[in-house]
């Protein structure tokens, strides 16, 4: 078939309760429909198309019409022009489009094509796909910014919960040194993955497959406010890492996910990058909703606030009420119960240097004080992505004389996270600790995944019931 010469789309608009598709002007003409011609109409099923083909005016097709076999292309006059039209309502549209609430509609030469909208059949396609996935036992997942896998390790581990196999499709990470650990860490769970090496922006979107859940963590340094201050940025949108934005949006739509979930500091929450991302997600059929979690849903000694937002295809109709994770039980009381017990002597470290900065910070304004951790210590700062380099207001551990500090160790961290510490083998503490630090709270993760795929199930399960 030769390209359409002309494409538009549209409202399924109602008459007498029953569906109306509808084309008028330019696009008719160069299909070569002008007022007084005639038209048959045809509906297939299996395609959900209906096809006008156009029949010139003749004695047949007079005939024809006044049998009612065919329609007659309507009439507008205009200023200076006539303008040909066609109008069809009827139980048949009614029953091909169903509940879809758009058209699109497509001009050939000979022939006008009306369709379900792009946008509209994608919808449908998500949700039949999540569903019948669930059915069978299982759920499909992609990530970006993979990192060390924290997150998409998280989301397993709440289909596990579920009663569901999570099957990985494809993973994309920019950073090779993260990827490595990663799969070396989980081989079995990126076996059958599609491992993309850059930038979300870069990776070429027709090497994706459609996928169930979609998991990403766009940078976080633009929204902190360090970050903002270290960068001297008017607003976040002006680090050069938001072109990610575009990338994100693009495998959104290319994937066509029914479940999204995307990890940030609080600052993003709000943010005009954000926003915009909303929009684009409601205006493509989906129900977004924003949480800012605690330690009290994520049960470790690190007190990680961070900005969540779960994205959910509309024809879900799930409640968003139920998307709130419930508060998990702390598991460790204090840091006592996560230190290890063999420490090296290199890793200590003169407390003199920190006091000495400590006292630079203050004489020049900067808020910036010692966080001492001990044993009885019950909760720890954020530890950030850059923790190696020993800034002053990082949580530092403390010798008993208070003369000395060493850094948390990476498996330390982790337990303050609550991460298994499996995802942390087979790499350095620095790149342990850059992971971890720009990672999730673990039962963030969890419990968010978790209650997505649980509202999604108990919806199944009502409509079978019913």
Known sequence: MKNAS??????LSKKNDNRRVWLEGEPLMRAGFMPGDYYSVNLDIDTLQISLNHIPDSKAARLRHKAKEIRKVSRRQMS??????????????????GDFARFRAQAFNGSIQFGIHPEDLARARREVSIVSNIKNGFITKGDAFLGLGISADSARTAASMCGLKSKQLWAIEMEARYLDVAVQNSPEAYKD?????GKVEEVEKNLLEPVDSFSFSMACTNYSSHGITKKKLSSPEMGDEVTSLFGVVDIIKHVNPALMFSENVPGAMGSVSYELLKK?????GYVTHDMILTSKESGAIERRRRYWMVAFSE??????????PDDHEREYDVFAEIKDVEISDKAWHPASK?????????????????????DSTKSIGTIPRNYSKHQVSNPHVFSENGLEYRLLTKTEHAKSKLVPVRLVNNCSSTV????????????HGVGTAHKAYSAVINKIQMSQAA
């Not at 002309?6 to 409202?11: D, G, I, L, N, Q």
């Open 6 to 11: 002309f494409t538009s789309y549209h409202e």
């Open 80 to 97: 200076g022009w006539v303008k040909p039209i066609v109008d069809i309502c009827n139980a048949e549209i009614t029953s091909l489009f």
């Open 193 to 197: 993955a599609h491992l993309f090496c």
């Open 280 to 284: 684009e997600l409601k205006r493509l």
């Open 315 to 324: 024809g879900l109709n799930l409640d968003v009420n139920d998307l709130i």
């Open 354 to 374: 920190l006091v000495k900065r400590e006292l630079l910070n203050k004489e020049n304004g900067r808020n910036f004080s010692i966080s001492r951790v001990d």
């Open 432 to 443: 342990a600790h850059e992971g971890l630090g720009q990672g999730i709270a673990y039962f």
